[in-house]
């Protein structure tokens, strides 16, 4: 009897899967790269888009175009993580496996946490999920004895607290990847080549101990967790009484064509500040330079001689090439020449919504029509911060995002159709806007006339706050109008009918989270008949 319990406890045992066979893999230095070679060229085609240091130990580095993170060849810090990622090369060869999968990874098969060997070449198709089954530490090792190759469009998904940063592949061969491939996990190719193909996403670091590395349009960034840091970027400049300011020039005319939205205040310290109607501006006008303007004039120069000084982190190396769907997480950015943004700038704040991003441009700045800066995970406009040497050009129907410190450069144009989420502040030169919307982010601490917005045609009956507004708008009605007809109408810049809302209590909540930063109109009827109107800010 006791042997056949003891054979039944055996092959229970073997049958649960193991939460964490495998160990801490320790890639000391190696970890700050998301390609490095210890010996091999490091090539890219096309334009791809890196978080991480990329480099060589014995070779070069070409054709990268802006990489978020620092190039290092042949350095000490190639040096270092060529040694570190040897160590962790030897410590995945010394791990005993425990599992002896087929070959063929993949076709919807789902693995937990533990060693797994192959014997042979392997290859990926379809998707292969790692289940970390509730255990944030759980570690995957793949022991490959050959090359890795994967099919087009083969992905392996993470599941259940598995994360990218506890994966490691040991690949004795070739990794060659085919196009739209996601590949999750630190992957390491010895005395071999690693190839990423165009639509290829890399969560992780490809690594050759010998070989060289070529990628292809590709998306790859090293994974967070597993003691990576937490991104915060540098502290912010104390813009003083300069936050109340979407649009100013310390020397130099402020003019504005078109029908211009602001909020925020508007003017110059030295110069006329025309063009803007009051009907569209939430803030103050300052047509002449007054006491509100010069201490405007002498907080931005305290905010650029602080971010004039901040040393950068990374250089991006092709200022003719920003944007092109480029992301940058935070911290201090430059580029030292005039800067041409085409496309798309993401700005990734890692789900830090008090990341900080300042992109110093030691030139002037243009962009494409269209062009758009988006903010991803948690970041924040009132976060990002633009120091500009020279003249800036935002082109028609572009959205941008982030305060603009310009240095001795005229704004000469924000042109038709803009969204500046932001402000636009130079130290010397004009600033000309034509038909756009700008709306200041939060950081003002002085009055602005932002407060709530009513039209007193019915006697302030309805108040509609907070304002500016977020995710949602509250609706306060008169006891006499309580129980009636009441709707409240929103309206974009446009005149388009975005949100319409019957409201029967006395305090309601509607929620706006739908709405993207701008301008708004709202009008509020009762029995089909306006008796309330004005503007909306939303601050998303």
């Known amino acids: 009897m006791k042997k056949i319990l003891f054979i039944l ?21 190696a970890a700050n790269f998301v390609l490095f070679s210890s010996n091999g060229a490091v090539s890219n085609i096309g334009f791809s888009h890196l978080t991480g240091n990329v480099g060589t130990n014995n070779g ?17 810090a190639s040096a270092s993580a060529s040694a570190d990622l040897l160590t962790a090369y030897n410590q995945l060869n010394a791990v005993v496996p425990t599992f002896f999968p087929a070959p063929l990874l993949g076709n919807g098969q789902t693995l937990n946490a533990g060693v797994y060997s192959i014997s042979s070449a392997a290859t990926l198709n379809l998707d292969l999920t790692l289940d970390g089954q509730g255990n944030p530490n759980a570690v995957f090792i793949f022991k490959v004895q050959g090359s890795f190759s994967t099919n087009a469009s083969a992905k392996i998904k993470l599941v259940n607290g598995a994360k990218a940063c506890n994966v490691h592949w040991k690949i004795e061969g070739l990794i060659s ?90 003017g110059s310290n030295s110069g006329s500040t025309t063009g803007f109607n009051p009907l569209f501006v939430t803030g103050t006008i300052h047509p002449i330079p007054d006491g509100s303007t010069a201490q405007c004039a002498t907080d931005l120069l305290s905010a650029y001689n602080y971010v004039n000084t901040l040393s950068h982190d990374i250089e991006l190396l092709y200022p003719a090439q920003f944007g092109n769907n480029l992301v940058l997480t935070p911290h201090t950015y430059l580029l030292n020449a005039a800067t041409v943004f085409t496309d798309s700038l993401y700005l990734n704040a890692l789900g830090n919504a008090n990341a900080v991003f300042v992109i110093k441009i030691n030139g002037a700045l243009t962009t494409s029509t269209y062009s758009k800066v988006k903010l991803i995970n948690g970041a924040q406009s009132k976060n990002v911060y633009w120091k500009i040497e020279g003249a800036v050009n935002i082109n028609n129907y572009s959205v941008f995002r982030g305060t603009i410190i310009c240095n001795n450069g005229a704004v000469g144009a924000i042109n038709t159709g803009v969204l500046l989420d932001g402000r636009a502040l130079t130290t010397n030169g004009a600033l000309n806007t034509t038909a ?25 009956a309805i108040s509609i706050y907070p304002n500016p507004f977020t995710s949602s708008l509250k609706i306060d009605l008169n006891n006499s109008l309580t129980g009636n007809n009441v709707e409240v109408m929103i309206y974009n810049v446009l005149g388009e009918l975005v949100m319409n809302e019957s409201v029967t209590k006395q305090i309601s909540t509607i929620n706006t989270s739908n709405l993207s930063s701008g301008m708004y109109f709202y009008k509020i009827l009762e029995n089909n008949k306006t008796i309330q109107s004005g503007r909306l800010i939303s601050q998303q």
Request: proline share 5%; glycine share 14%.
């Open 9 to 29: 406890t055996i092959a229970s045992t073997l049958s649960f899967p193991k939460v964490n066979f495998g160990q801490v893999i320790n890639l000391g230095t």
């Open 177 to 266: 990847c085919a196009s739209g491939t996601t590949l999750r996990g630190n992957f390491i190719a010895n005395n071999a080549a690693i190839n990423l193909n165009t639509g290829d996403t890399l969560e992780g670091r490809a690594f050759a101990i010998s070989g060289a590395i070529t990628v292809d349009g590709i998306l790859g960034y090293t994974p967070i967790g597993c003691g990576s840091p937490i991104l915060n970027g540098p502290a912010a400049p104390v813009l003083g009484s300069a936050a109340c300011y979407a649009l100013f020039s310390t020397n130099g005319a402020v003019t504005n064509s078109g029908i211009t939205y602001v909020t925020g205040d508007v």
């Open 60 to 76: 070069s580095s070409t054709a990268f175009g802006n990489v978020d993170g620092v190039m290092h060849d042949m350095d000490g």
């Open 436 to 460: 756009i919307n700008v709306v200041m982010p939060a950081g003002c601490a002085g009055p602005t006339g932002i407060n709530e917005l009513k039209n007193s045609s019915s006697s302030n």
